[in-house]
């Protein structure tokens, strides 16, 4: 059976990886193309290339997915399925090509939690809940019949990162169950049912990731670890902008100091005034600064009378 893998980011390599230590062949990655990144702005490969380079697989890095070439090329490898770990939105042209169809690993439990964040809304969200899903592509982006899921528990204080080095061991185990699957004809395919409420994961933009201390101390923590550690949840202070990676909850009574405003020892803590209690974060990085602890951002800070 020859595979075609589709995937760009750290989260689809151990999905490539699974499939060719299980010894399938695949036939080529296609991935994005290398992008300009660092202070000389050389070009960088995606993680998807490195590990296919490194094991000697064809690489194809298409610009437009729709060029006459591009598909030609994919055609004349006579692929039997692909298989997309965290690419981007394929045409029909490349999707409906293999034999025995496409499927995508999506990092929610669909159909909650469609776009291009599941890990990041599922925790803003505060869900104590998530998984994994494998479908088969088709025209309406992860609307396609399912073929296999697994869920997991998200840590009450578990952050995206985390959550996400999970879910792609979680994934990519799961990947490997669904061509095993396809290759024994022995699925069992089900409807993406509507279910009463349906929760969408859009992509996260800079104004998502902005700290409104006015909510309860459960949503601004959620916000904090469901953005951590990229893009980062943040907030001004003193003047400068402040990024909060993890923090704690206070919640022994409603701070009487006004929402927004933040108290300190000048030693060991920070805390920030929210509608119902504190949040204290307990990592952080200032605006030009490296990420530390809160004890070591204090003791090179000095506090604004």
Same mark, same amino acid.
């Given at each position: 059976?020859?595979?075609?893998?589709?995937?760009?980011?750290?989260?689809?390599?151990?999905?490539?990886?699974?499939?060719?230590?299980?010894?399938?062949?695949?036939?080529?990655?296609?991935?994005?193309?290398?992008?300009?990144?660092?202070?000389?702005?050389?070009?960088?490969?995606?993680?998807?290339?490195?590990?296919?380079?490194?094991?000697?697989?064809?690489?194809?890095?298409?610009?437009?997915?729709?060029?006459?070439?591009?598909?030609?090329?994919?055609?004349?490898?006579?692929?039997?399925?692909?298989?997309?770990?965290?690419? &981007?939105?394929?045409?029909?042209?490349?999707?409906?090509?293999?034999?025995?169809?496409?499927?995508?690993?999506?990092?929610?439990?669909?159909?909650?939690?469609?776009?291009?964040?599941?890990?990041?809304?599922? +925790?803003?969200?505060?869900?104590?809940?998530?998984?994994? /899903?494998?479908?088969?592509?088709?025209?309406?982006?992860? /609307?396609?019949?399912?073929?296999?899921?697994?869920?997991?528990?998200?840590?009450?204080?578990? /952050?995206?990162?985390?959550?996400?080095? &999970?879910?792609?061991?979680?994934?990519?185990?799961?990947?490997?169950?669904?061509?095993?699957?396809?290759?024994?004809?022995?699925?069992?395919?089900?409807?993406?049912?509507?279910?009463?409420?349906?929760?969408?994961?859009?992509? +996260?933009?800079?104004?998502?990731?902005?700290?409104?201390?006015?909510?309860?101390?459960?949503?601004?923590?959620?916000?904090?670890?469901?953005?951590?550690?990229?893009?980062?949840?943040?907030?001004?202070?003193?003047? /400068?902008?402040?990024?909060?990676?993890?923090?704690?909850?206070?919640?022994?009574?409603?701070?009487?100091?006004?929402?927004?405003?933040?108290?300190?020892?000048?030693?060991?803590?920070?805390?920030?005034?929210? &509608?119902?209690?504190?949040?204290?974060?307990?990592?952080?990085?200032?605006?030009?600064?490296?990420?530390?602890?809160?004890?070591?951002?204090?003791?090179?800070?000095?506090?604004?009378?």
């Amino acid at each position: 059976m020859k595979i075609i893998f589709l995937g760009t980011p750290d989260f689809a390599v151990p999905s490539l990886e699974i499939l060719l230590r299980a010894g399938y062949d695949i036939t080529a990655v296609i991935t994005a193309p290398d992008k300009p990144a660092g202070r000389g702005m050389h070009l960088h490969p995606s993680a998807v290339k490195k590990y296919a380079v490194a094991h000697g697989l064809k690489v194809l890095q298409p610009d437009k997915l729709k060029n006459e070439n591009f598909l030609a090329d994919l055609k004349s490898l006579q692929p039997d399925l692909a298989v997309v770990v965290a690419f &981007r939105k394929l045409p029909e042209a490349v999707w409906a090509m293999p034999r025995l169809g496409t499927f995508n690993l999506h990092a929610s439990l669909l159909p909650q939690y469609r776009g291009a964040a599941p890990i990041n809304w599922a +925790i803003i969200n505060g869900e104590t809940e998530t998984g994994a /899903t494998t479908f088969f592509l088709t025209h309406e982006i992860d /609307t396609g019949k399912i073929i296999m899921q697994r869920k997991t528990e998200i840590g009450a204080e578990e /952050t995206a990162g985390e959550l996400h080095d &999970r879910l792609k061991v979680i994934g990519a185990e799961l990947v490997l169950q669904t061509v095993r699957q396809i290759e024994n004809y022995s699925l069992k395919l089900s409807e993406q049912l509507s279910p009463a409420e349906l929760k969408k994961a859009p992509k +996260i933009f800079t104004e998502d990731c902005r700290i409104d201390f006015s909510k309860s101390v459960d949503e601004v923590f959620n916000l904090i670890r469901g953005v951590s550690p990229y893009p980062a949840a943040f907030t001004s202070f003193q003047g /400068t902008m402040l990024k909060i990676f993890r923090c704690r909850k206070i919640m022994d009574a409603p701070p009487a100091a006004a929402v927004g405003s933040f108290s300190t020892d000048g030693k060991s803590y920070l805390r920030f005034a929210c &509608r119902d209690g504190w949040i204290e974060a307990t990592e952080l990085q200032a605006e030009g600064k490296k990420k530390m602890s809160t004890e070591e951002f204090l003791r090179g800070y000095r506090m604004k009378s």
